[in-house]
């Protein structure tokens, strides 16, 4: 199955405007960055775990033990794309070819999969959620050193949070997504260049209203 993310002219937008090679300071550049798929080999897979709660009465898309796979090959033009793959308890839901010279294409799903999510829990308008979710990105967010842990080895890496909807004229009707924190995590390091996607509510007894993260798993030979 073949499915097409809305969610690409908006990243491809910013790629545009803020054309980047490798990793540069901003909170955009970070996340924007190109070149990130290169120490992809073809013959591997990079997999990370997906994890999508929500309010069940509100006819969400629930995924709790969901995963995702990126691997990058020579597309039928000869040049290199990159195909993404996320299923759903082992059920493929779908399979996309992105550009592989345009940034990870996982930043571009996952914001699109994550303002899904926040349409359907809210009852908001997509197109509005969209453009201050844009605008967000646009302006840049907070950049803090961070570091994470694979096979028990620690690794240097960056974190990046943008509050989308923080200062919104609407925030006082949007509950608990005022609040909302996008967390993209990125190093050298991994792979593919993200450790982790994270899309949430604030916590509040111990329970978030939403919560979608994808992490990194591991590079493993294709099948």
């Known amino acids: 199955m073949i499915?097409?993310?809305?969610?690409?002219?908006?990243?491809?937008?910013?790629?545009?405007?803020?054309?980047?090679?490798?990793?540069?300071d901003s909170a955009t550049d970070l996340v924007f960055s190109t070149g990130v798929l290169d120490n992809i080999p073809q013959q591997k897979t990079v997999t990370y775990d997906h994890i999508r709660l929500g309010p069940e009465d509100s006819g969400l898309n629930l995924i709790e033990n969901g995963a995702v796979s990126l691997s990058v090959a020579e597309g039928e033009n000869g040049g290199n794309e990159a195909i993404l793959e996320m299923r759903d308890n082992g059920t493929l839901r779908n399979r996309t070819p992105f550009p592989a010279d345009a940034g990870n294409p996982l930043v571009m799903a996952f914001l699109e999969s994550s303002l899904r999510s926040m349409a359907q829990i809210t009852g908001g308008s997509p197109f509005y959620l969209r453009n201050r979710i844009?605008?967000?990105?646009?302006?840049?967010?907070?950049?803090?050193?961070?570091?994470?842990?694979?096979?028990?080895?620690?690794?240097?890496?960056?974190?990046?949070?943008?509050?989308?909807?923080?200062?919104?004229?609407?925030?006082?009707r949007m509950g608990d997504f005022a609040n909302l924190t996008l967390t993209f995590v990125v190093s050298d390091d991994v792979p593919g260049g993200f450790v982790l996607f994270s899309a949430a509510t604030p916590m509040v007894d111990g329970n978030?209203?939403?919560?979608?993260?994808?992490?990194?798993?591991?590079?493993?030979d294709r099948e």
Do not use: C, W
Not at 12 to 23: C, D, E, K, M, T
Not at 137 to 159: C, E, H, N, W, Y
Not at 208 to 220: F, H
């Open 134 to 172: 844009k605008e967000s990105l646009r302006s840049g967010g907070q950049v803090t050193p961070t570091s994470f842990t694979i096979d028990d080895k620690s690794m240097p890496a960056t974190s990046i949070t943008f509050q989308p909807f923080q200062h919104d004229k609407n925030a006082a």
């Open 208 to 220: 978030s209203l939403y919560r979608e993260t994808i992490r990194y798993s591991s590079l493993a």
């Open 3 to 24: 499915v097409r993310y809305p969610f690409l002219a908006l990243v491809f937008s910013l790629v545009f405007v803020l054309p980047i090679q490798g990793r540069a």
